[in-house]
């Protein structure tokens, strides 16, 4: 392999940008709000159809700072991506009736506590 198509393939393999996640929109009723010590938070979602769904939220301190609260029994919208371990993790999660909306990732995944300039 010559030097130009070494460099190429290593430049190419640089600059390329990880594939968007699947995302997935579910609307549903919270069953319950689960904090366990060393675990990020997440809610059991009753959605639409029957199915019974884990959303991991992410830090508990980017939602106090954002003062959000999911309690049982509201009604919630989820956007988030299927991931290893959990049902879905969470891109926005809306509180309709309290009219909440809470950004946690971007289109990514990538979480938005973190802050800095996201990675190339």
Same mark, same amino acid.
């Given at each position: 392999?010559?030097?130009?198509?070494?460099?190429? !393939?290593?430049?190419? #393999?640089?600059?390329?940008?990880?594939?968007?996640? &699947?995302?997935?929109?579910?609307? $549903?009723? #919270?069953?319950?709000?689960?904090?366990?010590?060393?675990?990020?938070?997440?809610?059991?979602?009753?959605?639409?159809?029957?199915?019974?769904?884990?959303?991991?939220? $992410?830090?508990?301190?980017?939602?106090?700072?954002?003062?959000?609260?999911? &309690?049982?029994?509201?009604?919630?919208?989820?956007?988030?991506?299927?991931?290893?371990?959990?049902?879905?993790?969470?891109?926005?999660?809306? !509180?309709? &009736?309290?009219?909440? &909306? !809470?950004?946690?990732?971007?289109?990514?995944?990538?979480? !938005?506590?973190? $802050?800095?300039?996201?990675?190339?």
């Amino acid at each position: 392999m010559n030097t130009l198509t070494l460099l190429t !393939l290593c430049g190419a #393999i640089a600059f390329a940008q990880p594939a968007a996640p &699947k995302i997935l929109e579910i609307h $549903g009723t #919270i069953a319950s709000v689960n904090l366990v010590a060393g675990n990020m938070p997440s809610i059991t979602v009753n959605a639409e159809g029957g199915r019974r769904l884990t959303v991991r939220l $992410g830090s508990i301190r980017y939602l106090i700072a954002n003062d959000f609260n999911p &309690k049982s029994g509201q009604s919630v919208i989820v956007r988030g991506f299927p991931q290893p371990g959990v049902d879905l993790v969470a891109i926005s999660v809306e !509180l309709p &009736k309290t009219r909440q &909306k !809470l950004t946690l990732r971007d289109e990514q995944g990538r979480p !938005l506590w973190r $802050g800095g300039p996201p990675p190339l």
